[in-house]
């Protein structure tokens, strides 16, 4: 069974540092990982995805993050956050042949000035 | 290009009733997957349509249902409502079955009193 752990529930942080985000995943094979971010009552937007290839994946918003097999993450980084960055943050596994995500508890993240 | 809709926004029921929810995918987009959102939790996965069939199913009981029409929009119905049926329903759509990037509706808020 596939499975995903993001071990911050709540992340402050100040505008203009620096953010990583934590994500452990439990799954058979190599998996698709995927960040997505929630704003406010909002749905879902796709940042980044780890398909296969380089470990080091870009997104968008300046976002990217880090596949290390070896400890099974896939941490989400940002060297400098903006006000516009306090969100929701979900990491999520998926197999290669269906569309099943499983999605970890998600991380908060707040911005101070 | 519009991108995946849902109808309606909030929707308010009580106990017992049955609420049919509605999903219009990404053009070009042909199978849709409806997922749960608890308040603080991250998203579940309901089911999976393609091909006017469910393909794939996650842990969740028979009053749950869906439909997928030749349009490849859907529907989710919840028969017998409970107060923990309350949550924020997302829609996804992709394109085939093998995983690709999932676009996120908006969501259905969905209050059970």
């Known amino acids: 069974a596939q499975s995903v752990t993001q071990p911050d529930i709540h992340i402050t942080v100040s505008e203009g540092a620096s953010l990583e985000l934590r994500c452990n995943y439990s799954y058979g094979a190599t998996p698709y990982l995927f960040w997505y971010v929630q704003s406010p009552g909002q749905g879902l937007q796709l940042l980044l995805k780890?398909?296969?290839?380089?470990?080091l994946v870009q997104g968008i918003k300046g976002f990217e993050a880090e596949f290390k097999r070896s400890q099974s993450s896939f941490n989400l980084r940002k060297p400098s956050v903006h006000w516009s960055d306090a969100a929701e943050y979900f990491c999520a596994v998926g197999p290669s042949n269906d569309y099943k995500l499983s999605f970890g508890a998600g991380t908060t993240v707040t911005v101070r000035a | 290009d519009a991108g995946v809709t849902q109808s309606p926004t909030h929707l308010i029921k009580t106990r017992g009733q049955q609420v049919t929810l509605r999903c219009s995918p990404k053009s070009g987009h042909d199978t849709v997957s409806w997922y749960q959102q608890a308040l603080g939790q991250g998203p579940q996965f309901i089911f999976q349509?393609?091909?006017?069939?469910?393909?794939q199913r996650g842990n969740f009981p028979d009053r749950f249902s869906g439909h997928q029409f030749p349009n490849y929009s859907s529907e989710l119905n919840v028969n017998a409502l409970l107060l923990g049926d309350s949550a924020l329903y997302l829609c996804?759509?992709?394109?085939?079955?093998?995983?690709?990037?999932?676009?996120f509706g908006p969501g259905t808020r969905l209050l059970v009193l």
């Open positions: 780890y398909f296969s290839g380089d470990t």
């Open positions: 349509y393609y091909e006017e069939e469910e393909r």
């Open positions: 996804a759509s992709s394109p085939g079955v093998r995983q690709e990037t999932q676009y």
